[in-house]
């Protein structure tokens, strides 16, 4: 909590110095000014006695804001003792209630709360600093390098706390969330050979941390061959007669996502090797009318594409 309160009055600072400076400016930002309003709230620090139960007075689920839903949620367990229901409760993350409960009937101004999400005046990154003045386990540590981040994404950009279950813990809700901005990763997915992704069995988090981009494409592991390792673990060899561009980077030759042709490979048969492989068996004299060559594939013969540990397997065919 101190941490979060830190950098809040920084930010009340920041923003203060800045009023003071466009105290002349003839447009005021209407979402400016209810920033300023909520860090002031933040810097008096005046949180409510009553606590949720006074919030469920005017946002239960008769209301125009129902917030029932986090009570399902882990974040509403009372019993949870790190989290906000042990502490400020609903304040935790909306900030002091100070004069948010008054009634305008009565000529009383009601004050913002902080809100969460695209819409919100809350800045991406003060919204984050709530969330991340609990979350300070390695992977969250890692946020600010990420190019979600960089993005200005809010946490609740994928994260839901109103509801039961949180998206990006159940495979199809988090897929389609982050295919709703990745149109290409799903088009990719939709195409004829692809993971098992679409029903469930896997999802981006099985290869994507996104929290982070300490790792390439913020992968879960250090290379995308150490990647494809983690399940794939038989194409790590070690072999005696090694296909280079195999050791090198799988996606040379496949698209995790999904691809038209068998396999998952970029490019159709023999297409993907000959583009590498511009006039091989110039040394080898096969039949051009042999059948396994028209077959069209390279793969008739050298089948052991990803690496060989037979004793004759330097061509790859056995
Ligand atoms: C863990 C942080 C957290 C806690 C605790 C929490 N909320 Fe929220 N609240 C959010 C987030 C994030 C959203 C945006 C929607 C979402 O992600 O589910 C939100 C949305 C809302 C909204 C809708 C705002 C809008 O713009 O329409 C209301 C109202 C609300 N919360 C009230 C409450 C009340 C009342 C409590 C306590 C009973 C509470 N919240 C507890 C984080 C929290
Ligand atoms: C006296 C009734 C009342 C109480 C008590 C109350 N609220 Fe609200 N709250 C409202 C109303 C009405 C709105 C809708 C305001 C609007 O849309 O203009 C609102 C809006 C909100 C919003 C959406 C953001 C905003 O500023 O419009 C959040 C978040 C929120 N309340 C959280 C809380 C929390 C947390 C508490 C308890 C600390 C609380 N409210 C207590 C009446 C109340
Ligand atoms: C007051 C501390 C606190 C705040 C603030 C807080 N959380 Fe949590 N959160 C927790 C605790 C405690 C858990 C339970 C899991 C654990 O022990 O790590 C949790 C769990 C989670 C989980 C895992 C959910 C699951 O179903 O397993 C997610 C995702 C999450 N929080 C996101 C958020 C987001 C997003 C925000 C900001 C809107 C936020 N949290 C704010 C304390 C907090
Ligand atoms: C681009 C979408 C996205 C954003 C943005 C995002 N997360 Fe996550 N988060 C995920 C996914 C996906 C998982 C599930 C990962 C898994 O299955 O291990 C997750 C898991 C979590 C968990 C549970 C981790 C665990 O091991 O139980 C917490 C806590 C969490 N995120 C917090 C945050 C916080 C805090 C922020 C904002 C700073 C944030 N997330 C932003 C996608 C996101
Ligand atoms: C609100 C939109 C949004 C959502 C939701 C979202 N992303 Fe992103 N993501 C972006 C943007 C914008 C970028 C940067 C530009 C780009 O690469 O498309 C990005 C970049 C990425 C990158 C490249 C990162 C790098 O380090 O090179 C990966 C991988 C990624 N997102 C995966 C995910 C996954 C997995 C999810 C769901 C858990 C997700 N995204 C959800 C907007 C989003
Ligand atoms: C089997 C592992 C795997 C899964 C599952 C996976 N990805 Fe990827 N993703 C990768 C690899 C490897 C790369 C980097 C190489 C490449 O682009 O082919 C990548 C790159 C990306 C990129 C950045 C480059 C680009 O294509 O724009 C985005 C965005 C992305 N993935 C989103 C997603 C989303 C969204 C999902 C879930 C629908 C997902 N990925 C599922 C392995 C995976
Ligand atoms: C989380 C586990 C996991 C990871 C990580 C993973 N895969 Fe897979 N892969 C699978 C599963 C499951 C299948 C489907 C197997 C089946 O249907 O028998 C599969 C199938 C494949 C196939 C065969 C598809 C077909 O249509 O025959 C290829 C090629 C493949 N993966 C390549 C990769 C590459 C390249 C990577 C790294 C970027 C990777 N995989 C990472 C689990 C994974
Ligand atoms: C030189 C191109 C090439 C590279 C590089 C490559 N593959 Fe393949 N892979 C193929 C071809 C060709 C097939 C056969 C596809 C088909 O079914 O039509 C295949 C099939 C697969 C299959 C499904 C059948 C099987 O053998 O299990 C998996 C899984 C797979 N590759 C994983 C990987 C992984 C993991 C890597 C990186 C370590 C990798 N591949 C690198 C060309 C390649
Ligand atoms: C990304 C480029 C690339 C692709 C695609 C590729 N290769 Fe290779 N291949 C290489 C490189 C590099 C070597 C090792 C250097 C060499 O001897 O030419 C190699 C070696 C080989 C060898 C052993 C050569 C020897 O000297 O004994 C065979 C056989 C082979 N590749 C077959 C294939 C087949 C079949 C395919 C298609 C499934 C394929 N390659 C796709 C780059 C590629
Ligand atoms: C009818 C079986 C057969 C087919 C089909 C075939 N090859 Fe070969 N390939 C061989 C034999 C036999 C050798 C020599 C192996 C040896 O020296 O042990 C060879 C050697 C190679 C070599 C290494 C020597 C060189 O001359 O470059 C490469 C590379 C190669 N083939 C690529 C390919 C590609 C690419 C295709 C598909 C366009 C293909 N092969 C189709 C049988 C075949």
């Not at 919204?127 to 993005?151: G, I, K, M, Y």
């Not at 946490?155 to 709703?180: A, F, G, I």
Request: charged share 25%; glycine share 6%.
């Amino acid at each position: 909590m101190n941490t979060t309160i830190q950098r809040w009055l920084v930010a009340v600072m920041l923003a203060l110095v800045g009023m003071v400076a466009s105290v002349h400016a003839a447009d005021v930002d209407p979402r400016e000014e209810i920033e300023a309003v909520l860090d002031k709230k933040f810097s008096d620090g005046k949180y409510s006695r009553q606590g949720a139960d006074g919030c469920m007075r005017c946002h239960d689920d008769q209301s125009e804001k129902p917030a029932t839903g986090i009570f399902d949620n882990i974040h509403g367990m009372a019993a949870n003792k790190h989290g906000p229901m042990s502490d400020r409760q609903c304040e935790a993350c909306h900030g002091p209630a100070d004069n948010h409960p008054r009634n305008p009937r009565r000529g009383q101004m009601r004050e913002p709360m902080i809100t969460f999400g695209p819409d919100s005046p809350v800045s991406s990154e003060k919204q984050n600093s709530v969330c991340l003045s609990c979350h300070t386990d390695s992977s969250r540590s890692a946020w600010h390098s990420s190019e979600h981040a960089f993005e200005d994404l809010s946490c609740s950009s994928c994260h839901k706390v109103h509801q039961k279950d949180d998206p990006m813990m159940t495979p199809k809700l988090q897929v389609e969330t982050c295919t709703s901005c990745h149109s290409k990763t799903k088009s990719d997915l939709h195409k004829r050979t692809s993971h098992p992704i679409l029903n469930g069995d896997m999802q981006c988090s099985s290869c994507h941390d996104p929290h982070q981009t300490v790792n390439e494409y913020s992968l879960n592991f250090s290379s995308i061959n150490e990647t494809c390792y983690d399940c794939h673990a038989e194409k790590r060899g070690p072999f005696l007669w090694e296909h280079e561009p195999v050791t090198e980077d799988c996606t040379l030759c496949h698209n995790p996502h999904g691809s038209i042709n068998s396999g998952m490979l970029d490019k159709r048969l023999p297409q993907l090797c000959q583009d590498c492989h511009k006039v091989p068996h110039a040394n080898v004299d096969i039949p051009e009318n042999d059948l396994r060559v028209r077959g069209g594939s390279c793969m008739n013969c050298h089948n052991q594409v990803h690496g060989s540990n037979h004793p004759r397997g330097s061509a790859l065919r056995y």
